[in-house]
């Protein structure tokens, strides 16, 4: 018996391409300026869902903030381990670190006195790398909600946060906090309980395309 074969795109270079053409056909970016669309093609790739453009939210400097931060040479925090391993090394401008510490092993202890989750626990060990920042969260509402606790109460300011956390518990809730809440940086997110980590990544990869770009010139 002869096994079936399939017609279908093999080369990487066409299918990339081809992807963003797409994406660029199927999507309604009028509202972006240049560089939020480049950021918002992206996130509409990782997803594969063209009908997210109109939700993401962008605050004022978002981006701009996340350019220059990566550009000079800002750590990405990232609340999982599948956000750090979907941001990809050779887009980093400036060799940037990147940072997740969810298999810490201090974080059971902490999380177990401060009665949180590992990922919220987290966010006392970032506390040394905050400051400037990037942080792209995929997962953790509690990363999120902790995060902003602490930025509150007089913490390091990160340069932005790039806000998608999934799920049916308090993702909706976390994101509408981060973007109702006065005396917050910068931050880039999508509302409701839509979210993830290849979307967390891919906006850390956009900005660090847009950075690029930027120091090419």
């Known amino acids: 018996m002869t096994a079936p074969t399939f017609e279908y795109e093999k080369d990487p270079a066409a299918i990339y391409r081809r992807s963003f053409e797409i994406v660029r056909a199927e999507t309604d970016l009028s509202r972006f300026d240049a560089d939020e669309a480049e950021v918002a093609v992206r996130l509409v790739h990782a997803c594969g869902m063209p009908e997210i453009a109109p939700d993401l939210v962008f605050s004022t400097g978002a981006v701009a903030a996340g350019r220059a931060a990566l550009a000079s040479g800002a750590p990405i925090i990232c609340d999982a381990a599948m956000v750090a391993h979907g941001v990809t090394p050779k887009l980093l401008p400036a060799g940037n670190e990147v940072i997740n ?117």
């Open 101 to 217: 510490l969810i298999r810490d092993p201090r974080l059971p202890d902490l999380a177990k006195a401060e009665g949180t989750t590992l990922s919220a626990a987290q966010v006392t060990l970032w506390q040394e790398h905050l400051d400037g920042a990037v942080v792209s969260i995929g997962n953790a509402p509690t990363a999120l909600f902790r995060l902003m606790e602490s930025i509150l109460a007089g913490g390091p300011r990160p340069a932005v946060i790039l806000g998608f956390p999934v799920g049916f518990v308090g993702a909706a809730e976390s994101k509408q906090a981060l973007a109702a809440t006065d005396d917050l940086p910068p931050f880039l997110t999508l509302p409701d309980r839509r979210g993830g980590s290849a979307m967390a990544a891919a906006a850390v990869n956009a900005l660090a395309i847009l950075a690029g770009k930027g120091a090419a010139q």
